[in-house]
């Protein structure tokens, strides 16, 4: 079965940056995009990008531009999110996600199980 | 970007009652739109994809309908484990894809 594997809680001083690792399995890795969605406390679902697994190839949303990088090691079917000079406001829970297909109309049909990013001084 | 609008917020619901949930698009995003229900603690979940075919599991009192810039979820027969937070989200046109702020089902 399809499942996403993520990383423990982090707790960042503001400044720092976090990677988080989404592990992937019950499925041909390369053949599927993986999202990064986070979440603000009490808050909705907010898209940070994509990564496709197969090049290696990134679209970012235009809010974490340059201070966000998606990359992937396919000998272990993992994707890693790099988020820096981190802020309070980035405390969250970060998900990924994967892309019901490597083809531009992908929904995000499985979730990972969710990352708590903590920024505090 | 397409800005997507649900409503209402919240939405109060007695078991068993049919539950109906509305999602606007700014702009139109065909049938390319997604559901998801999230409750306390837990990932979003797939319920609907392509506006209208349940994902894998769904079972069949949620429903979706729609296309173009308005669209429904609809719940049949609410049970106990509906009560949570449903988004919808549009893969139409990204970066970036985009999510709505969510409905909230409570218990009436």
């Known amino acids: 079965q399809v499942q996403l594997v993520q990383s423990g809680s982090e707790v960042k001083k503001p400044g720092a940056s976090v990677k988080v690792s989404c592990k992937a399995s019950g499925y041909t890795f390369a053949n599927y995009y993986v999202h990064w969605v986070r979440q603000a406390p009490g808050q909705g679902l907010e898209w940070m990008g994509i990564i496709n697994p197969s090049g290696g190839g990134t679209s970012y949303a235009q809010k974490f531009q340059g201070r966000v990088t998606m990359t992937r090691d396919t000998s272990t079917s993992t994707v890693y999110m790099d988020l820096s000079s981190l802020r309070s406001e980035d405390t969250a829970v970060y998900y990924c996600?994967?892309?019901?297909?490597?083809?531009?109309?992908?929904?995000?049909?499985?979730w990972g199980q969710g990352t708590l990013v903590t920024v505090s001084s | 970007e397409i800005v997507m609008t649900q409503s209402p917020a919240t939405l109060s619901v007695s078991p068993g009652e049919r539950a109906t949930l509305s999602c606007r698009a700014s702009q139109s995003v065909n049938s390319n739109l997604a559901w998801f229900q999230q409750k306390p603690g837990q990932a979003p979940r797939l319920l609907i994809y392509g506006a209208s075919t349940r994902a894998t599991g769904i079972p069949a009192r949620f429903s979706g309908s729609g296309s173009g810039t308005e669209f429904t979820l609809t719940i049949s027969s609410l049970q106990s484990e509906d009560f949570a937070v449903y988004y919808c989200q549009q893969y139409n046109n990204w970066p970036p894809l985009t999510f709505g702020g969510g409905t909230k089902v409570e218990i009436k």
């Open positions: 996600a994967r892309g019901s297909s490597g083809t531009y109309y992908n929904h995000l049909d499985y």
